[in-house]
């Protein structure tokens, strides 16, 4: 018999609302070729991403540290992509603490990334601009969403740093359309 604690479809639900709204930022964060130091370096366009993902970040840890999710659950599957972007993001948070005044300000992320760093202790984020041709190069890109997705759905455009729906004729089924 297994001896993990059963979660709650519902709470599963909602794990993955707030891990999926926060792609944007996640993908603007990993497709930076240098991170900003302070929250005003922001492009206009990349603001309002990274700015709900750290909120996303903030209320993921909040409710892994009420406990809402087992010991380990959030860290397993999502830590290696927290310790990834908070790599990119630390200075900022330390600057926007600083910026207002609040050394806990977003401190459920701290929390959270604490954790990620625990479940993974050896793990160095890695990051590979557009152009070397590296993991976060547009060709590498397209690759890694073949291989998860499917070639059928999605392309990355490294220009313009977007995950594009690629929907072409042919029979719907081939998409997962029914």
Same mark, same amino acid.
């Given at each position: 018999?297994?001896?993990?604690?059963?979660?709650?479809?519902?709470?599963?639900?909602?794990?993955?609302?707030?891990?999926?709204?926060?792609?944007?930022?996640?993908?603007?964060?990993?497709?930076?070729?240098?991170?900003?130091?302070?929250?005003?370096?922001?492009?206009?366009?990349?603001?309002?991403?990274?700015?709900?993902?750290?909120?996303?970040?903030?209320?993921?840890?909040?409710?892994?540290?009420?406990?809402?999710?087992?010991?380990?659950?959030?860290?397993?599957?999502?830590?290696? %992509?927290?310790?990834?972007?908070?790599?990119?993001?630390?200075?900022?948070?330390?600057?926007?603490?600083?910026?207002?005044?609040?050394?806990?300000?977003?401190?459920?992320?701290?929390?959270?990334?604490?954790?990620?760093?625990?479940?993974?202790? %050896?793990?160095?984020?890695?990051?590979?601009?557009?152009?070397?041709?590296?993991?976060?190069?547009?060709?590498?890109?397209?690759?890694?969403?073949?291989?998860?997705?499917?070639?059928?759905?999605?392309?990355?455009?490294?220009?313009?740093?977007?995950?594009?729906?690629?929907?072409?004729?042919?029979?719907?089924?081939?998409?997962?359309?029914?």
């Amino acid at each position: 018999m297994n001896d993990e604690p059963r979660i709650d479809p519902q709470t599963v639900q909602l794990l993955y609302s707030l891990w999926d709204a926060s792609l944007p930022g996640r993908e603007r964060v990993l497709a930076w070729n240098t991170a900003p130091q302070k929250e005003e370096a922001l492009s206009r366009e990349d603001a309002p991403d990274v700015q709900q993902l750290l909120g996303y970040f903030d209320r993921i840890g909040h409710l892994v540290q009420r406990g809402v999710f087992p010991e380990g659950f959030v860290e397993e599957f999502f830590g290696k %992509e927290i310790l990834r972007c908070h790599g990119r993001l630390e200075q900022m948070l330390a600057s926007m603490r600083t910026q207002r005044a609040d050394p806990s300000y977003l401190g459920f992320t701290d929390q959270l990334v604490a954790r990620c760093r625990n479940r993974w202790p %050896e793990y160095t984020p890695k990051y590979y601009s557009k152009e070397s041709g590296g993991p976060g190069s547009c060709e590498t890109q397209n690759d890694a969403v073949a291989t998860v997705r499917g070639p059928k759905f999605f392309q990355y455009d490294g220009a313009s740093m977007r995950l594009t729906a690629k929907i072409k004729k042919g029979d719907p089924a081939d998409y997962g359309i029914e």
